[in-house]
């Protein structure tokens, strides 16, 4: 019997995708559906929108 995998979700949109109408929301929906495609279970999403591009490789969350 295979265990579930337990992901984490970065969700970071750029100023750029969210021109084009993508929100932070929209992200978190795909990053969901990919998991459940794979059978992850999601047991903590990271809500980065504020965070430069740059700087996420040095977010606490990073080293989890």
Do not use: C, F
């Amino acid at each position: 019997m295979q265990k579930t995998k337990n992901v984490g979700v970065w969700i970071r949109v750029s100023t750029e995708d969210q021109a084009r109408g993508e929100s932070p929301e929209h992200h978190e929906q795909r990053a969901r559906m990919y998991a459940q495609v794979k059978g992850w279970e999601v047991i903590e999403v990271y809500h980065l929108e504020a965070v430069s591009g740059k700087s996420v490789i040095e977010h606490p969350a990073h080293y989890l």
